[in-house]
């Protein structure tokens, strides 16, 4: 039984690194930043994802031990490329060889612990996001930009999920909230009171959109 999850294992491992490897150039956005912590500002994020290289030197490490261990004790050479991905494939075409040799009782729990490691990387949990009455009575009082306010939604919770910077235009639009009066530069943004806007896109009903008929 455990030779046979010991060889789904393998089988996923290539797949895992490959997926390891783009969330550690952040080309996948996931949204966290180091050891576990989302990351909460706006501003751009690292090109790196330093958890992400972490786990996937770790698997790098145990695969390349697992085979050494394998080519020394079984007498057998390993030719292949020095990836991960290639590392795991040879072991999985080679589980008897590993099954049999001295130690290998060590693995499947070894590699199933950096895997599940590598798991919460990939695809972290989702955020549950926690607002009090002194976070939203901030947010509130604030003076911001349709883009800004899109932004500051996204800390909110679940019903303001949708307020987007078009939901702030067409509210707008729709005469139900009005910028701040300015004076302010010809090239400045229009800017809205935050409440008018909070209070007004849980008023007004989201209308559905529908496709157009071919």
Not at 96 to 102: D, M, N, W
Not at 148 to 161: D, T
Not at 202 to 208: G, H
């Amino acid at each position: 039984h455990e030779l046979k999850l010991l060889q789904r294992l393998l089988a996923e491992l290539p797949g895992l690194a490959i997926e390891l490897a783009i969330t550690e150039t952040k080309q996948a956005r996931i949204g966290v930043l180091g050891r576990g912590r989302r990351e909460r500002s706006f501003g751009q994020p690292l090109p790196y994802d330093f958890d992400a290289a972490e786990v996937a030197e770790e698997l790098h490490n145990a695969v390349v031990g697992w085979v050494r261990l394998v080519c020394e004790q079984r007498a057998v050479t390993y030719a292949g490329p020095a990836d991960t991905a290639s590392l795991a494939r040879w072991l999985g075409r080679h589980v008897y060889s590993l099954a049999v040799t001295e130690g290998a009782e060590g693995c499947y729990p070894e590699l199933r612990g950096i895997a599940k490691r590598a798991d919460r990387v990939v695809c972290p949990p989702a955020l549950t996001i926690v607002v009090d009455d002194t976070k939203l009575a901030r947010a509130r009082a604030m003076t911001l930009s349709a883009s800004g306010i899109a932004s500051l939604s996204k800390e909110l919770g679940e019903e303001y999920r949708n307020l987007t910077r078009r939901r702030v235009h067409v509210l707008k639009e729709a005469g139900e909230i009005s910028p701040v009066p300015g004076p302010w530069r010809p090239d400045w943004p229009l800017l809205f009171a935050v409440g008018d806007v909070l209070d007004a896109h849980l008023r007004v009903p989201i209308r559905a959109r529908h496709a157009k008929a071919g």
